[in-house]
């Protein structure tokens, strides 16, 4: 205990520049990497690299939902299951949802949930799958953000790709995507994930305290962050489809959606039982 | 940026594809007078109607579908279908082309077998019934069924069925086309295996233009190779 309180003292998360222990500036976001349709069995996906977090997410259906009384004759389910490696903290994680997991699976899918559009696929489920690799704090943000690439990925139709980043207070200071150190010795982290086309606000927590006003700032940041990873993920998702793009510059005009003819041509009845029917 | 006719780039869930005065149509939503992508697709505009063709997704049945399916549990008086959809498809012994006595349905489709059918209504809860009443409708004997993307069908068949009938005349096989994504090729080994790849060629490379020929070059150099050290 006493070892505790000597760090926190010690601990200087902001120098006197104002820049924080990786060199960021309070606004600045760490380092950002997305990746879509990284995973072949599964109907969409992305991985993203968030400093030091390592995300996997794996989107599939819209599926038939199981076990059968969870259907909603309605619209389409949308389950989420957020899950860590043991190996992805320093202290090996037991494997296995805990509580903190199954929170954070519950307020992802019911972000995802404000912006399917479910009614289109009564019955079914959307599943969607988020394995942490390596924790560096703001996990839950990085796997909602790439989930949110992997969802488009699979064809899902949604209003709008859904983006988070959370930010928090340390030493006093209000600054955006804290990194593991100032998570543990800071004051305050509050994760958020809004729509970016609207403003809409999907996801919102808070772990320690602000003020009213630190509040506004912290929620300002965040918004600002996301509309910059906004356009990496959709710049994820030009990319992996750019080769496609590249053959339609390439080589000429509209394709026709296809007017469907779907009398081919008929075969001979061969069938074992012939044509002699009712 | 080459010739402005010819781009067409992808849009993403969310983006803007078209202002007031157009009407959205499948893949897009409309908020506010303005029109929204709702899925990963191509942008596409035809009389003022706005749509996204998407670049994946799953086969949702539509009324009218013809679909081949895998024949996956027997009932008293039906067979349960997977049509590679997210709704189980019963086929009723009334809508088979058989006279199917009651508890006798396994004398004609048995677990496994595949069949073509088509899709006989879609409720607003999305409650599928299959027919076999049509013309074309039948159990499959032979030949080998292969998967490709729901989306990329329309593509494989072409305009007025140009494509298929392609390479149908130049493989000479007997082949199916599934609106759920499913195809049924029948015919001697070699063709068969060449067919396949040129709807693989085709799954690939859905969007690019002069596609008919491509496929056309690729079966022909492809039946030229295996018929090569044989004087013709």
Known sequence: ?278 | MQGSGSLRPIVIPGEAVGGPGLKPGPGTYSEGGQLFAAQLGIRNEHDGLVSVIPLKGRYIPQRGDAVIGEVTDLGASHWLVDINSPYPAPLHATESPWRVEFGDTSRYLKVGDVIMAHVLSVDEIKRVQLTMQEREARRLNGGMVMEISPTKVPRVIGKEGSMISLIKDLTHCQIYVGQNGRIWLDGNDQDTAIAARAIRLIEERAQAFGLTEVVRELIEGARRETRGPRPS
Not at chain 1, 223 to 244: F, K, N, P
Request: with cysteine; aromatic share 6%.
């Open chain 1, 1 to 278: 205990m006493e070892d505790i309180e000597h760090i926190e003292k010690e601990m200087k998360l902001i120098n006197a520049d104002g820049r924080r222990l990786d060199g960021r500036k309070a606004d600045e976001l760490r380092p950002v990497r997305i990746e879509a349709g990284v995973l072949r069995r599964a109907d969409g996906s992305a991985y993203m690299e968030w400093g030091g977090n390592k995300v996997l997410a794996a989107v599939y259906g819209p599926r038939e939902a199981h076990p059968r009384h969870l259907q909603d004759p309605a619209r389409a389910l949308v389950q989420c299951r957020y899950n860590m490696a043991p190996f992805s903290v320093s202290d090996r994680k037991r494997p296995g949802p805990d509580r903190r997991s199954v929170e954070i699976s519950k307020v992802i899918s019911e972000a995802f949930s404000a912006v399917v559009f479910k009614e289109q696929f009564p019955r079914t489920s959307v599943d969607i799958f988020i394995e942490v690799l390596q924790a560096d704090a703001g996990t839950r943000c990085a796997g909602l953000t790439a989930a949110s690439v992997a969802l488009a990925d699979a064809g899902v139709p949604m209003r709008d790709l859904v983006t988070s980043c959370a930010s928090g207070k340390i030493d006093g200071v209000v600054c955006v995507d804290l990194n593991k150190e100032e998570d543990n010795f800071g004051d305050a982290d509050c994760p958020m994930a809004i729509v970016p086309r609207t403003g809409e606000i999907v996801l919102l927590q808070m772990d320690g305290h602000l003020t009213y006003d630190e509040f506004q700032k912290a929620m300002e940041m965040s918004i600002a962050a996301t509309h910059r990873l906004y356009e990496l993920q959709r710049d994820a998702l030009r990319r992996r489809y750019s080769t496609t793009l590249e053959d339609i510059m390439k080589e000429s005009p509209p394709a026709p959606a296809a007017p469907m003819s779907e009398s081919e041509s008929p075969l001979p009845p061969e069938d074992d039982f012939g044509p002699e029917g009712i």
